[in-house]
């Protein structure tokens, strides 16, 4: 295709996506099921208009992906309801760690066993496909930072978290295959990749969200009352964060996403403080000024990624064992790792059956794996796992897609 070409259909996508929004929230399909379709329509599965090889952009769609991610998790963050406490965030921390070890552990084995596939590549594969995902996850997802629905505050947690949380199993698969020193008995793993990198992670997050906060609360109501761009601001707080975090061996995406919860539970704290018979809403905040601007980003990358995705597919990239996969994830290792890892949380059973089902794949796998092969995976594994992680995320796509409103629609009319 041609820049004419790209712009003509990118442009007629946004005016019909802009277009049908209303039609679109009634309708039993996503947004993302949309972007599929265009995406399978125009490339090898279809038309031939354009394939986008993804072994040969490796770096091009990390980076993507990358911005991708680290927009939604900042704007998950932002939408955090409530202040803080341990009872609330159990759940999707347990979701986070116990069920996401339980998920790569079961995926791994499906790989060794069935797939025949070396360990330490059965591991990154499972670490591919373990987090859940912020991106294409919205429908299931916090909408507004007033949303208090349980469901909602589980998955959107587990979603900021479990990108960050999934790293180390990717540097333990990728060491595994000798791409990565995991140190003698794999004591610098445990020591860096699980324990600094994670407590790093949060440290630098919450400090650099806590500092902006009350930098622009004080900037906004000294006596001079400065105006502030908050969409810079949150801008510039992902790129700090983030930078800070890759210097020093740190997840930046858990990094960016308690950032983004600090700064907005500390600008709700100082309102609340200062402010307390103030109306929720009418006071401008960084968090809440920046949110509509991140969303705008989310939905854009949304489109231009699963028009990428469609666009990698053939006709025959739907093999048996990649199907068997998505639906082993699907039906067996989430549903199993979710009941597991949040036994005894407190958790409603209704609510950790739905968050069973909706472990939407997308964009977050995409990454992880085009990191592996930017380190180095041999090309003919390399092959073999695009091929597995395009199948899953598209059937997520689909098969989750055309759930979720359904049964959220039943779930709220019994609550």
Known sequence: MTSAQWFLLIGALLLVRGLTATLLERSVVTSAIVYLGVGLLVGPSALNLFHFNPLKESALLEALTEVAVLISLFSAGVKMPGTFTFARWRAPVLLATASMTLTVGLVAAFAVWVLDLPLGAGILLGAILAPTDPVLATDVQIRHPGDRDQLRFTLTCEAGMN????????????????????????????????????????????????????????????????????????????????????MVDAWGFLAVFFAAVALRQTEQKLARTALPHAEPGSLPLVSEGSLVFKEHLERLSEMVLVILLGG??????????????????????????????T????????????????????????????YAIQHGLPEPLALQLIQLTLIVVTMSILVHGTSVKPLLALFWRRS
Do not use: Q
């Not at 324990?195 to 001079?224: D, N, Y």
């Not at 036994?343 to 085009?370: C, D, E, K, N």
């Open 343 to 370: 036994w005894g949380s407190g958790t409603p059973l209704r609510i950790r059956g739905l968050a069973a089902w909706f472990g939407v794949r997308g964009v977050g796998s995409l990454y992880y794996l085009m």
């Open 163 to 246: 990108d960050g949380s999934a790293f180390p199993f990717v540097m333990l698969g990728l060491g595994l295959l000798g791409l990565h020193n995991l140190g003698d008995w794999g004591t610098r793993w445990v020591v860096v990749e699980v324990l600094w990198a994670t407590v790093g992670a949060i440290a630098i997050g919450v400090v650099a969200g806590i500092a902006l906060a009350r930098l622009g609360w004080m900037l906004r109501r000294g006596p001079k009352h400065h105006v502030l761009l908050d969409d810079f601001l949150g801008l510039g707080l992902i790129g700090v964060v983030y930078g800070l975090c890759v």
């Open 312 to 341: 990698t597919l053939f006709l025959n990239s739907w093999s048996w064992a990649a199907v068997g996969l998505s639906l082993f994830l699907f039906l067996v290792a989430r549903p199993v790792s979710v009941m597991l890892g």
